[in-house]
């Protein structure tokens, strides 16, 4: 049963009957979050969630408000005010390790072309950049350099004084959507079908000037890249709006794999992949993606899709895991993943491995997938020992997690106080552990009654 323990009974209105595949009972003996907290400090949609340390987080959006609050208790711990228009980017910005003072930094982006650096521990407005000829949609910070990136219709760099260090031209009028790191004092920019690598060039003797230089352009997307993501130190993965996935060479960027079936993860295994359904781009958008050491695990429109990295396919899908889109999605340990949808909900995934069953001969080749014709003995031994030698997983929902009324943004997980989420509903939903909560109250009070003395019997 789940309680709510701050703002009273909230009935979620508005959220589209669930498919009944991907339902889960009221009794939902594997999902731990029975027990939840209502923050309210925002009044428009909340976009953006940040991990501050092992207790703390921020969040921001439409209102151009961010708040710091305690994600143990709950406690709104600061507001700041400063921004004028909505919170476009946000990221933490780490201390310098030789700095004394181990304040915990933040740098915020917004709508109204600025860029604020806060501290986070008192709340005060450290610098403010207002010369930004565009919105800065993405920040990034690259540690090794000690410099911040800001990308809009153009990519500059700064210093932690928030002095522009170089910038390029403009790029584009779509702008950069997202920025990653990569080796070699390179960064990949997401502009929209494209990626442009460019690399940074520091200081050297006799010059006391940074310069950035385009590198490399990336052309084989086909439309506008929503999402971008380092995956490990070989691989970097991109998602675009028609529904591709691309495996690239961190160092050489050149593409390892391709992925653009998700209409259909497990096809016949031919060589006859011209023919394909008609499909809505919203239906197969790739807005985001996670990972861990073997999957990448990728939101695509309405589902979730496993995308075996050794492999080099689909492995698993939930093809209407939501009745919207999936917005965002995160791999929990043992092998759980969660997502956020703009139907409202939120829910938990466990990738189990299937029973295998004995594999039967698939026939292959064009005229065959249309039964005209005679099967191939020779040509489907490999497709019947490919099969055999498949290891087949599922997608299993184990938790549904319904308190929002309108689209879930994000979320953030942490392993101690439990999962946070954020929605066009203005509110913030803090998730908790039942049975962990359960315990720590049964904790204090024995601890208060021992401080009282109430625990001891009279002889």
């Keep these: 049963m789940l309680r709510w323990l ?3 009974s909230r009935e979620p209105q508005g959220l589209a009957e669930k498919s009944p595949l991907q339902t889960i009972g009221e009794e939902q003996t594997q999902n731990p979050y029975t027990e939840l907290l209502v923050l309210k400090a925002h009044h428009d949609i909340v976009r953006f969630l940040v991990r ?14 961010v708040v710091v609050w305690n994600a143990q208790t709950g406690e709104k711990l600061l507001e700041l005010n400063g921004h004028t228009q909505k919170i476009t980017a946000i990221i933490a910005f780490p201390s310098l390790e030789a700095c004394e003072e181990k304040n915990q930094l933040i740098l915020t982006a917004s709508a109204d072309r600025t860029v604020i650096v806060w501290n986070c521990d008192t ?10 000829q565009s919105t800065v949609k993405c920040l990034t910070f690259l540690q090794r350099l000690d410099v911040w990136l800001s990308g809009g219709n153009d990519l500059c760099v700064w210093n932690r004084k928030l002095d522009l260090l170089c910038k390029t031209s403009h790029l584009s009028d779509t702008g950069i959507s997202a920025l990653i790191e990569i080796p070699k004092n390179c960064v990949v920019a997401a502009v929209g079908k ?12 006799g010059s006391l000037e940074w310069n950035i230089l385009e590198v490399k352009r990336l052309l084989d997307h086909q439309d506008n890249i929503l999402s971008l993501a380092n995956i490990n130190d070989l691989s970097f993965v991109t998602g675009s709006h ?4 691309i495996i690239w060479d961190i160092l050489d960027w050149t593409m390892q794999a391709c992925e653009h079936n998700f209409w259909d993860p497990f096809p016949q295994l031919d060589t006859q992949q011209e023919i394909k359904l008609c499909q809505k781009p919203n239906d197969i958008s790739i807005h985001h993606l996670t990972w861990d050491e073997e999957n990448v695990f990728v939101a695509v429109g309405r589902g979730l899709y496993v995308y075996n990295l050794q492999m080099k396919r689909v492995i698993a899908c939930q093809k209407t895991a939501h009745d919207s889109r999936v917005l965002h999605i995160a791999k929990l340990p043992n092998r759980q993943l969660i997502s956020c949808s703009e139907d409202g909900s939120v ?3 466990e990738l189990r491995e299937k029973q295998q069953i004995a594999a039967e001969s698939v026939p292959t080749g064009f005229f065959n997938m249309w039964g005209f014709g005679k099967v191939n003995k020779q040509a489907s031994q ?5 099969q055999e030698n498949a290891t087949s997983f599922l997608l299993e929902l184990i938790g549904d997690l319904i308190g929002h009324s309108s689209s879930v943004e994000m979320f953030l997980y942490f392993e101690d106080h439990g ?3 954020c929605s066009a509903d203005h509110l913030i939903i803090l998730w908790k552990n039942g049975e962990r909560e359960s315990g720590l109250r049964s904790l204090k009070l024995f601890q208060k009654l021992e401080e009282n003395g109430d625990l001891y019997l009279p002889a």
Excluded: H, N
């Design 382 to 386: 490999p497709v019947k020992k490919q």
């Design 419 to 421: 999962l946070v989420t």
């Design 123 to 132: 709340g005060r407005q450290v610098q403010k950049v207002s010369c930004f």
């Design 347 to 349: 829910r938990i995934w």
């Design 52 to 65: 501050l340390d092992d207790y703390r987080f921020a969040s921001a959006g439409d209102d151009g408000l």
């Design 6 to 8: 701050i703002g009273g």
């Design 242 to 245: 028609v529904g591709e996935l």
């Design 194 to 205: 494209e990626l442009i690598i460019f690399r940074l060039v520091a200081p050297i003797e």
